[in-house]
């Protein structure tokens, strides 16, 4: 692999975020692993515990699958940051940074929408019909709750990753099975996942289109990752564009 090819500069700033990811599915999986043991322990119909149970049941084997894809994301970046097994670094301006932003977001601004919404049909799927066999009224708090974090998550919180993206990392790591830009950083090297195709998209805004395929709870789903191209990194594309797998 071509490891200098396309990098502004043989310098890297970048530093792996997904250790920071990892810990933060480390601590929930602890967390929820002990709620269910103590509830399970003291069980008593007339408390919290029930509903802690089923919580419990539902996070922590996403919480394990997570700290696994984690921890193969960091193995692959470790190469990728340490070691120079990339396709293409890139650095950019202040100004191609927020071009790049304002763009995401107007591409973006209907997904979270859609997602909170896919979300909140199947927690409501799953918590009614328990909160009526268990006639738990707080279980109806719970998932009101839940449902309020999904539209946080899908309206307001892109809103706050925006402003502080705007002054976070200006880097992108092209790799054969993954892609991160900035601190976010999309693979496809897991079972059920694939690469799909990657475009040089000049309408509009002029950027590369990378799209794959995956599997989550919601069944089978494509993604488009949408990479900045440094001005002086275009003539590159073709080159690069015949690297992923």
Do not use: C
Request: proline share 3%; net charge positive.
């Amino acid at each position: 692999m071509a490891n200098s090819k396309g990098r502004n500069d043989n310098e890297l700033h970048i530093k792996n975020p997904q250790r920071t990811v990892l810990r933060i599915w480390l601590f929930i999986l602890v967390l929820f692993t002990l709620l269910l043991v103590k509830s399970f322990v003291s069980f008593d119909i007339n408390s919290l515990d029930g509903m802690i149970i089923v919580t419990s049941l539902m996070i922590i084997p996403t919480s394990l699958f997570f700290v696994w894809t984690t921890s193969k994301n960091i193995k692959n970046l470790d190469e990728a940051i340490d070691r120079g097994k990339m396709i293409a670094h890139w650095r950019y301006s202040e100004k191609e940074w927020v071009a790049y932003l304002d763009f995401e977001r107007s591409y973006r601004k209907n997904l979270g929408t859609m997602i909170a919404a896919l979300l909140t049909v199947f927690t409501v799927v799953i918590f009614v019909p328990f909160a009526i066999v268990v006639q738990e009224f707080f279980m109806i708090i719970v998932m009101l709750g839940l449902v309020g974090m999904y539209w946080f998550m899908g309206l307001i919180l892109p809103r706050i990753m925006f402003q502080i993206r705007k002054r976070g990392v200006r880097e992108v790591l092209l790799l054969e099975k993954g892609v991160m830009v900035g601190k976010q950083f999309h693979t496809w090297d897991f079972p059920l996942s694939k690469f799909k195709k990657a475009t040089h998209v000049k309408e509009d805004y002029e950027h590369l289109e990378v799209v794959y395929d995956f599997v989550d709870r919601t069944g089978p789903r494509t993604y488009a990752v949408n990479v900045p191209i440094p001005q002086n990194n275009m003539n590159e594309i073709g080159e690069i564009i015949g690297k992923f797998k």
